[in-house]
Every structure is written in C-alpha cells, then in structure tokens.
C-alpha cells in the first residue's frame, strides 16, 4: 500500500503528470501512488470499487432499520445515518465546496465525526481528523492555513485553550475558509458559526455522489516522534483495504458492537469506521453519557469487540475488579495497539474469555499487522502478528 503526503501550496504553476502546466492556483494533490501498483491492488482484491459512502449506501438499502452508530446522544440506523450523511453533504456543496478541498474536525468522539468523514466520500471532499483537544487555537489555526481548510467543524470549549483564544474568529479571518459551523455542548453553540446541520428525511442532493475509490477522502496528521505533523493522505480504497482484512481475518459481521475507546480524532478511530463499513456492524465511540464510566458504557452499549491501547485494556480490567465482575459485559475480544501488550494482561482477558488482540501499524498503513483469533497467549503477547492481505 502507498502512503500519500501533501506537498505545501506553492505559487508557481503546477505540473500535472503528463508534464504540462495546469493554470495557476489549481493546486493539485501529489501521490505515491503508481498506475502498476493500483492494478495489483486490484487483481488481488486489496483495492475494490467501493467508497466509504457506497457501502453506506448498500447497507441503508439491505438492512435499513439495523443500528449504524452510537454515541451518548443519538442510536442511529443505517437508514437515518444515510439521511445525515446526504443532508451535511448538500449543505458543504451549497456553502461552496468542491472535489479535493479538506474539511478540518476540532470535535470530541461524537456521531458527527464519522458522518463528516462519510460526508466527505459522497462528495470527494478530504477529511481532516486529526485535531485534538490538546492543541491549541493557534496551532489548530496553522493546521487550517497548512492544508487550506474550506471547512471547519467545531465544539465550544473544546481545546487546551478555549477559556482564553477563539478558533471561530481565527477559522473566519482565513481567506480560504467557506463555512464554520458548530455543534451543541455543554457551552452550546458559538452564534458566529453555524449550526450544524441536522438529518434532513426526503433530502435529495443536487450532487451525484463521487464514485472514484482512489480518490483522497482523508488527511491525518502523524507526528512520529520529532518535528511537526506530518501529514499523511489515504483514498476510499487504501482506507478499505485494512477494514476488510480484518473484518475477514477477525470475522466480524452484522452481529459485532465495535467500541472504539480511542478517540476518533485519532487513527485508531478511522481504522474502525472502515470495519463498520465494511462488516456493516455498529459503531459504538467513546462518549458515555455524563457521569458513567467507560466500563459502564462498556456494558450498556453490549459491545463486543473494543478498539484501544494497552493502558485503556489496565483501566477496564482495574475496573471490573473492583465491581468483581467474572465477564466484560458482551466483549469477545479486544484491540490494542500503540505498544506492547504485558503478559499478565493478556492473561487477564483470557481468563474472562476474551481474545486479546496485539495490533502493529501506523496512520500511513493502518492497523496492518496483528495477531489472528487461532494465536497462542506467547504469540499474542511476544509477537505483533502478521501482515494482512494487501500488505
């Protein structure tokens, strides 16, 4: 699989690939991506001719009344999160946005973050995530003017310093930005911004979906281990390609409640959005209604498969110890990656039955490396595993 970074704008004329200049101001998008490479993709079925949004129309269409996604919120189904999808996806294109420009999310785990990113396949818009709440309005500011944000979709009060600096006034002042909206939290909604637009039923988009599975949906930002985010770019297909393997590897179906405690800002959140899309299962993310704790979201959602890294896995142990609980709720098996797993936690989540899964990847590949259901405890925890299909 090829990883995509973006290239800063530039001034000067740009080059396509048959070397003439396209007009000035066209900024384009470079990729690592090689004509060759995507036929193989294809011919082993790594690449597939889906996009996140078709999938999304597909399971809208065969199990409409089905459960899609959850937050503290709202329980949706595949029918209603078609809906909003389609109605958040008209509003960006009436603002004025167009193919290839990015939408940038300052958001908490909430429904919205995974109806923007479907949002943004429909109309071949490109996804930015990867804001979190410990930056900054000024470092979020920079990231905008860096990947020249059409969009901005915010929460107020979120972010380091929120109490004291203003992300809408920022967002606004930029000459590229079209639309600011907001959604309601505990502050309610900034009155400069507008309000995020709510599931329209009957909403027919004047927009014929984009159809192009190669085409850049998401933009995350990586910052290794020194210097400033770097970003890295993926296509519907590159996005897929992980989800799929191991929906196949793991064989998840309409019956798996994935929870995700990590946050969807992060790439661990979008590694499930792709599984729920694939496996056309629930979404569950990490947002609890006020004053629970995760292992009681844990229990009330009946997850069955949880998405984190080793330090949530202490946590959720600790937890159930505390209330003697001889089962996690529903949970079969549990995802951790980011570092390694201890041993006595693996051993821990064997003794309740659940299958711990040892996870390798970064947001340029995925998940793309991990242990399979059929592994041994001294596998699980002394190796990552194996490289999935496509990899």
Request: proline share 7%; charged share 20%.
């Amino acid at each position: 699989m090829s990883s995509r970074r973006p290239s800063a704008p530039s001034a000067s004329p740009n080059r396509t690939s048959s070397g003439t200049e396209s007009p000035p101001g066209v900024n384009t998008l470079l990729t690592l991506l090689d004509p060759r490479d995507a036929a193989r993709h294809y011919a082993s079925g790594a690449w597939r001719q889906d996009t996140l949004y078709s999938l999304l129309q597909r399971h809208a269409q065969e199990r409409p009344r089905a459960h899609a996604l959850r937050d503290a919120r709202l329980r949706l189904t595949w029918r209603e999160l078609l809906e909003w999808v389609d109605t958040v996806a008209e509003h960006l294109h009436r603002d004025g946005l167009r193919r290839g420009q990015r939408v940038a999310l300052w958001l908490p785990s909430r429904a919205e973050c995974v109806v923007l990113l479907l949002a943004c396949s429909r109309n071949g818009y490109v996804c930015n995530p990867s804001m979190h709440q410990n930056y900054t309005v000024a470092e979020i500011a920079q990231l905008l003017e860096r990947t020249r944000a059409a969009a901005l979709v915010v929460q107020a009060g979120y972010g380091a310093d929120a109490h004291r600096a203003d992300i809408v006034a920022a967002a606004q002042a930029l000459p590229f930005m079209k639309a600011v909206y907001g959604v309601g939290g505990a502050k309610g909604v900034d009155p400069r911004a507008r309000p995020f637009p709510p599931r329209e039923p009957g909403l027919a988009p004047s927009l014929a979906a984009d159809q192009d599975p190669d085409k850049i949906v998401y933009l995350a930002f990586t910052s290794g281990t020194t210097g400033a985010p770097k970003g890295v770019m993926h296509s519907d297909n590159t996005l897929l390609a992980n989800g799929r393997a191991m929906v196949a590897d793991w064989r998840h179906d309409h019956s798996t409640v994935l929870l995700s405690l990590s946050p969807m800002s992060h790439h661990i959140g979008t590694v499930a959005i792709e599984q729920m899309m694939a496996a056309g299962f629930e979404l569950v993310v990490n947002d609890p209604p006020a004053g629970t704790q995760p292992l009681d979201w844990v229990l009330a959602s009946g997850a069955t498969y949880i998405m984190g890294v080793p330090t949530h896995a202490i946590d959720m142990l600790a937890a159930a110890r505390r209330r003697g609980l001889a089962r996690l709720g529903a949970v079969r098996l549990f995802y951790m990656a980011g570092s390694p797993i201890p041993r006595e936690v693996a051993q821990s989540f064997l003794d309740l039955g659940i299958t711990p899964q040892n996870i390798y990847g970064m947001t340029e590949n995925g998940s793309h490396q991990y242990t399979l259901p059929g592994d041994d405890a001294q596998t699980i925890v002394e190796t990552c595993g194996r490289a999935c299909h496509g990899y």
